[in-house]
């Protein structure tokens, strides 16, 4: 049972342009939603993250969109650059016994950003 | 200040064999999670340690074991490898903080270790 659905797959944008990638989540226990960066032979990173009680945050380029009623939330990368091609991926954890650290990803979204 | 150590960072085996693979998280960082990455199923959570003690277990065999040591640093063991244990084996820790409300403690992960079971 996939808890959390991330799409699309791949995504292709132009340089400048706006990326957006969506995910929907099953559990509702879960609270804490981070987005992970990952490059070509490195692990992921953290990007950015949100919890249930804020509709969206944003951090330079990177904001996300939340929608706790609908489940749902999104990543939005403003101006796109070339740089920012990699592989992103959605997440969910939920605080349970004492640990916040289970992580449930999302399948993962390439971004190719074109110059 | 250095990050997440991963070793070994590639290795082959053969069917039936055992591996074991190493992480040394950040410096003051006590909890140290295991995820299994591939193309086809992504990012899988194996289990997560802190202090030495399993918090959290994934849905994996029996076959996958871990354990933390006093200075949190931490290894996991694949016995009885099969071929769809193929995979990048990714560790992560984090500071977790007493009493730290969700996602306070953010993880951060290294480079993983590529195995290769043929």
């Excluded at chain 1, 330079?60 to 969109?65: A, E, M, P, Y």
């Excluded at chain 2, 040394?24 to 140290?32: A, L, Q, T």
């Excluded at chain 2, 969700?102 to 195995?115: C, P, W």
């Amino acid at each position: 049972q996939q808890q959390v659905k991330q799409s699309p797959q791949s995504l292709i944008v132009q340089k400048g342009g706006i990326s957006i990638i969506n995910c929907a989540y099953e559990n509702t226990a879960f609270d804490y939603f981070p987005w992970y960066q990952q490059f070509p032979g490195k692990g992921p990173a953290l990007l950015i993250a949100i919890r249930p009680d804020v509709s969206e945050k944003k951090e330079g380029r990177f904001t996300i969109s939340f929608n706790k009623s609908a489940k749902q939330f999104s990543l939005h990368i403003m101006d796109s650059q070339p740089g920012d091609s990699a592989t992103y991926f959605c997440a969910a954890s939920m605080r349970r016994g004492g640990s916040n650290y289970k992580l449930t990803f999302g399948k993962g979204t390439l971004l190719t950003v074109n110059p | 200040k250095a990050g997440v150590t991963q070793t070994p960072r590639y290795l082959i085996k053969t069917r039936g064999q055992q591996v074991t693979l190493s992480c040394s998280p950040i410096s003051g960082h006590r909890s140290v999670s295991w995820y299994q990455q591939t193309p086809g199923q992504g990012l899988q959570f194996l289990f997560e340690y802190f202090s030495e003690t399993q918090r959290n277990k994934g849905n994996f065999p029996g076959r996958f074991s871990g354990r933390q040591f006093s200075n949190s640093r931490s290894e996991m063991n694949v016995s009885t490898l099969e071929l769809g244990d193929s995979a990048l084996y990714l560790c992560a820790s984090s500071l977790a903080r007493q009493g730290a409300s969700s996602g306070a403690n953010v993880l951060t992960f290294g480079a993983g270790s590529r195995l290769t079971v043929l």
